[in-house]
């Protein structure tokens, strides 16, 4: 499907929303027959306070089908969602409402006091709060969505968009050499591929591919996509560290503007891992200038979050003014000992760039620990020349040694400029199962279980995985975390990886961890925040002109929930637990999710930025 940019009302800066596509006149149709007092169908259905014919309330948090074959004749929606709290995404109060949908759009929005809509089908939403799906600004489930239908990890979620691409390492574009390349090189991140029929070569036969996924049915959320820098350096230059030709940053220009013309809705980057790391700013800026041509963001996974992070966020900032392009930080955090505390240093240079003009968004999970491969804590220097390479350098004695000093005492760019600390660094997902018994336990837990010093284990375990090993690394801190997802321009992304045996539950939690445990219980932000933080403000660094509220004319995109019940059910012990008190979950006005069970639905598509 395309769409057209929108038209902002004011910049991200002061809390954007898209303007509504151009205004409709409503169909004049014949006021729908009043039953009763007009509160409520004559027969069988719950009127506007949730009460049956009975007169008895359904319990709270349940929603009752109030569907009657006999008035579909005269049905004037397809869907009536009767006495809902109405969270409508632009962080407003919230309000009681009827909401009709109508060929996948919200057709009507009635408040209490005039007649009631009449459909096809209605839900009493009594207890429920209805707000607009959640959109993930990180996301890796660029294979899981073609391999999946159900895709219950965001669906659940109330998820009903996933931007794909990030941290410079994705599967378009591409030729036959540097898909396998990057097959392998992020195994740990989506599996190995086996199980894809890899019959796409660019963004746009990527894009393709995902709108005719199973047999032409879609795919179950849907899904943009960012170009990833790092594929497109592969591409042209393979694994080499150092500055390209002014042939070879043409031909990457070249890409990324095909990409964008294609329906990319911008280019990501991945500067602590190889081979995105050895671009330098001037070669960045050139993409990035690319990418504003095209109206596109610039989304970087950039070169530090830890001893260098204020001055790696500095870079970022200045980069994109130079090139004139917006800048949407991918997983905005402040981590390791010597960031704790500093999230209000981060905070003060965003805000003097935004005052200042610069267009700037960006994405956070709610919880402290990050998720990544264990390869991705090596040196740079390591990377070069591709998975072979690293494999040979450690199976070396001397280079080996070197690269445990750089590691331990150092510190190496892959761990953020900062010594790692083995305890930090669990394991949380292998490829090989003949390792498996390290999945669950820190590195140093290992280590001293077979009595051996953590580095020899590790490296042990990178031979023998293939640096395929997924790591939960437990270095965040709780009260940077709670002050950058108050900012004005937070967004929310789950940085989901989906494989291994315990993925970061993050994956399966992080928008109820939001609703529940940030705005529910500790007030963060209030409901309304928290769901604009979730809609909104996503879909409008997107430049999706009908999406992210609950507004006539807009998507039927929508997500009703219990806001005094739903909560993250995925826990660290047992991570792919599905989220509580998400009932119903659309996409297009159709359920996804129906009485919290998957339904057989795949409403999803490809959602492409317009030139």
Known sequence: MTHTPARLLCSPARGYLPRPPGRRRRPRTPRPARYGSGRAPARGGAGRDGAGRDGKQPAAGTARDTTHPHRLRKALMDLVIRDARVVDGTGGASYRADVGVRDGRVAEIRRPGRPALSGARTLDAHGLALSPGFIDMHAHSDLALLRDPEHTAKAAQGVTLEVLGQDGLSYAPVDDTTLA????????WNGDGSDIDFDWRTVGEYLDRLDR?????????NAAYLIPQGTVRMHVMGWQDRPPTDTELARMKRLVAEGMAQGAVGMSSGLTYTPGMYAKDSELAGLCRVVAEYGGYYCPHHRSYGAGALQAYEEMVELTRKAGCALHLAHATMNFGVNKGRAPDLLALLDAALDGGADISLDTYPYTPGCTTLAAMLPSWAGEGGPDAVLAR?????????????????????????????????ISGVVNPAVAGHVGRTIRQSADERGEAPWVTARRLLIEDRL???????????????QIMRHRVHTGGSDGILQGDKPHPRAYGTFPHYLGRYARELGILSLEETVAHLTSRPAARLRLPDRGLVREGYRADLVLFDPETVAAGSTFEEPRTPPVGIPYVLIDGRFVVEDGTRTDVLAGRAVRRTP
């Open 181 to 188: 390349a990057v097959r392998e090189a992020i195994t740990g």
């Open 213 to 221: 996924n199973f047999g032409g049915r879609g795919i179950a959320v």
């Open 394 to 426: 450690l199976r070396d004695e001397g280079t080996a040694e070197r690269i445990r000093h750089h590691l331990e005492v150092v510190g190496s760019d892959g761990c953020h400029g900062v010594p790692i600390e083995w305890d930090s660094v669990e």
């Open 468 to 482: 395929a090993s997924t790591i939960l690394q437990h270095v965040g801190h709780e009260e940077n975390v709670r």
